[in-house]
Nanobody, 118 residues
Framework: QVQLVESGGGSVQAGGSLRLSCAAS???????MAWFRQAPGKEREGVAH???????RYADSVKGRFTIAKENAKNIVVLEMKSLKPEDTAMYYC?????????????WGKGTLVTISS
């Protein structure tokens, strides 16, 4: 059974930093790991993707502030978030896919809440 478990969410003031981590278990390999977020009343959006060839992709709203990295040996993906803004407040979800990131995600975590106060 595939499980994605997120950790590291919390509440910080604007300008602060947080580090989210996602550990994948029960899956032999993942070609794509990513972070999505959903704010209250808004649709879920992709935040950052780490693809099978090592390329990364970011939403325009987080470029230069967020960094995604994957620890292959441990099947862990982390999201370093800096210069956080109130509009970054959302539930953040880890996702993994057994295909390229362009082919969509196959597995989802339950989410971790990030709250940024002004």
């Amino acid at each position: 059974q595939v499980q994605l478990v997120e950790s590291g969410g919390g509440s910080v003031q604007a300008g602060g930093s947080l580090r989210l981590s996602c550990a994948a278990s029960g899956v032999t390999y993942t070609l794509c790991m990513a972070w999505f977020r959903q704010a209250p009343g808004k649709e879920r959006e992709g935040v950052a993707h780490f693809d099978h060839d090592g390329t990364t992709r970011y939403a325009d709203s987080v470029k230069g502030r967020f960094t995604i990295a994957k620890e292959n040996a441990k099947n862990i993906v982390v999201l370093e978030m800096k210069s956080l803004k109130p509009e970054d407040t959302a539930m953040y979800y880890c996702a993994a896919g057994v295909h390229s990131c362009d082919d969509g995600m196959d597995y989802w975590g339950k989410g971790t809440l990030v709250t940024i106060s002004s």
